[in-house]
């Protein structure tokens, strides 16, 4: 068990770029869920998979978000044409999906983006 | 709609203090409720949960009650370390599969020796 990773740890970019994370979720994991938290807030809920399959969509994630989980392994965030307001930590975490609620989500350390 | 409201923070306390994080939330239904912590340059790490009213979590010398009748789970711990420094997030989930946990805005935390 080495944890969730994510990858970049920092980012920066100028706005209009496009930019994108990688999370690898812990092996057997087969939930997998994607925050966005800013300075002073709490995390708040991008999106979240079963498996391959995104599951639920936070209306935070405006058309210029993409999230896929190809194989149901790693995932990927995309953020076209970035904009100063993205700039945030971005938050991966996985469970195990063997209950149906209140299972222990296991963070990551995050991606810091910053847009210029 | 579903929020936790915590207590502005930063607090800080001596070594041996006893400390309160207040949280409290509004929400349809019957949430879980959690506390996370996050140490510096670590990810987010579950301290402790409760699913029901009246259920008590602990973990770490930390609890905190289920308080149905206030909507509250406030965090207590009777005598804190410097390795307790960390910023708390209060939290919670909507029962029913659904997947979402809704977090608080965190309070920062400094025990110092």
């Known amino acids: 068990d080495t944890g969730v990773s994510q990858d970049p740890r920092h980012k920066i970019t100028k706005r209009g770029q496009n930019v994108t994370f990688r999370c690898d979720p812990i092996?057997?994991?087969?939930?997998l869920y994607w925050y966005r938290q800013t300075l002073g807030q709490g995390p708040e809920f991008l999106t979240y998979f079963q498996n391959e399959a995104q599951l639920e969509k936070s209306r935070l994630l405006s058309d210029r978000f993409s999230a896929e989980r190809p194989k149901g392994s790693f995932s990927t965030l995309e953020i076209q044409r970035t904009e100063q307001g993205d700039s945030a930590m971005y938050l991966c975490?996985?469970?195990?999906?063997?209950?149906?609620?209140?299972?222990?989500?296991?963070f990551g350390s995050g991606t810091q983006l910053s847009v210029l | 709609g579903n929020s936790v409201t915590q207590m502005e923070g930063p607090v800080t306390l001596s070594e041996e203090a006893f400390l309160t994080i207040n949280c409290t939330y509004t929400?349809?239904?019957?949430?879980?409720l959690f506390w996370y912590v996050q140490y510096p340059g670590e990810g987010l790490q579950l301290l402790l949960k409760?699913?029901?009213?009246?259920d008590k979590g602990s973990n770490k010398g930390f609890e905190a009650t289920y308080r149905k009748e206030t909507t509250s789970f406030h965090l207590e711990k009777g005598s804190v370390q410097v390795s307790d420094s960390a910023v708390y997030f209060c939290?919670?989930?909507?029962?029913?599969?659904?997947?979402?946990?809704?977090f608080g805005t965190g309070t920062r935390l400094t025990i110092i020796p």
């Open positions: 092996s057997e994991h087969n939930r």
């Open positions: 409760a699913t029901k009213a009246d």
């Open positions: 929400a349809t239904g019957y949430p879980s």
């Open positions: 939290a919670l989930r909507l029962p029913f599969g659904n997947e979402k946990l809704t």
């Open positions: 975490a996985s469970s195990s999906g063997q209950s149906t609620t209140n299972e222990k989500l296991f």
